[in-house]
Structure formats: C-alpha cells, structure tokens
C-alpha cells in the first residue's frame, strides 16, 4: 500500500483534475484506488457535487453523501479562503495533530493506492503556525508537484519545488497542466521547468476535455506513482 500527496504551486492550479484523472486512469486498469481531500475550504453544502471531495467521489464511483463526504474531507469551510481563514470564519480551526492522524489511519486502512490532494500551494497555512508543507513533511509522504504554463509559472514552480527540497521532500513527479488562455507554449515551460528540475520527471498535461479523458501524460504519471 502506498500514498501520494498531491500538491501544487498554487490554488486553481488543477490539483483536483489531476487526481480526478488519475482516478480513472487506475480504474481503467483495475486498481482499487482511494482519494482523500481532507481539508475543503470554499464548500458549498448546497452544491457539494461541485466541489473537490464531490468530484473526486464521482471520479471513484461513489455516490456523494453527507457520510462520504464526512470520510474523504472531514474539514469542510464555506469561505473561499486559505484553510485558517476559512475555519476562523465559522470559529473553528484545523487541529494539526487531529489532520496527521487522520491521513495516518486512511493510509494504514488503504488496500491500494491513497492519493491525497493537498489544499492551495505548498505553503498555505492549515492554522496559524503549520503550513502544508509541514503536513507533507508530517505524514513523510512522496507527493506530486502540480503547476500551470501561465506566465510566471516557471518562477512560482521552481519557487514551490526549492520549499519542498528545503524539506528533503523531492516530488516524484511535476505535472506542467497547461493554464487556460495563456500565450506560454506548454512544451516550452514543461521543458524550461525540467531543465532547474533535475532528477525529477516532468510532465506536461494539455486541457482535455473530459476529466475521465486518457492522455499519455496521465498514463507516464500513473506508472510512476
Ligand atoms: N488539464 C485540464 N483540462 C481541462 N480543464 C482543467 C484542466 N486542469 C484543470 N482544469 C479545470 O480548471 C479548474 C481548476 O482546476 P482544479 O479545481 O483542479 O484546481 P485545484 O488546484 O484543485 O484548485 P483548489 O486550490 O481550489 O483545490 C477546474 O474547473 C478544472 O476542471
Ligand atoms: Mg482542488
């Protein structure tokens, strides 16, 4: 049994889509995958279908109820803010110790692969002194870097990746998903990234157009996870 972290250098990044179709990539080939999104901020209990643990329970097949959900994201905030602003909002917080041991006991329970998306960029703070890269660094789990192609993005990667390798957490992957509307080959970036990147494989991902979609590039990541 093995677990992945997923992580990006940003929020919007595509953390979700990525382990959406990397779901039904493993599915296609038979493995009985499992996802968590344990911390959603910007949940809207009125349209739970939309949001991340919502499309990641369609994306294994499961129906998308209030027990479901209290399984793959216990912590759920309406506000759409950084996980400590949006529980302060409700006058709540994210207990660090609480979140560890949560993904300790789903990654103990798992039969296959877990796949954990992340929450925002690497350093977005879960309270007022633990980000999630002292999450990643916490739980020791080997984790996928997901990034744009819009301008900036190679900055704000290698930015993400030199944080993660201050930690000794070298990311198994980094997934290049092409940013919409932007005037930056995809190629282009994917190759620049791989270049400040070395001993890493990287990936690039164009807009599909369906989450359930096959792409090479899922198919390399999938292999290497
Ligand atoms: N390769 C792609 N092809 C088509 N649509 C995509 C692709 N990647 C991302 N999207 C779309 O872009 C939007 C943002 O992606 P997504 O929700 O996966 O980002 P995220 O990093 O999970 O954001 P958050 O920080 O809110 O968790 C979504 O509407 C998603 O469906
Ligand atoms: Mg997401």
Known sequence: VSAI?????GTD??????????????????????ALKPVASGFDPAAPEASDPGILLSALGDAITREALDQIAPWRFRAPLSPDMAAAREGAAIDFATLLQFCRECIAAARDL????????????????HTVLDWI?????????????????VS?????????????????????NESPDSGVALDETAATIARFAAGIPVLALPRLPSIAAPHPALQHLADLL
């Open 13 to 34: 990044i595509g953390k979700t889509f990525v382990t959406a179709a990397l779901i039904h990539e493993y599915r296609r080939r038979g493995r009985s995958i499992a």
């Open 114 to 129: 877990l796949l954990i998306e992340g929450v925002g960029g690497v350093m977005v703070p879960l309270d007022p002194t």
């Open 137 to 153: 660094a916490a739980i020791s789990l080997p984790s996928v870097l997901v990034a744009g192609s819009y301008l900036g993005a």
């Open 5 to 9: 972290f997923i992580t990006g250098s």
């Open 156 to 176: 704000h990667t290698l930015t993400a990746l030199a944080a993660l390798r201050q930690r000794d957490l070298q990311p198994r992957a980094i997934l290049v």
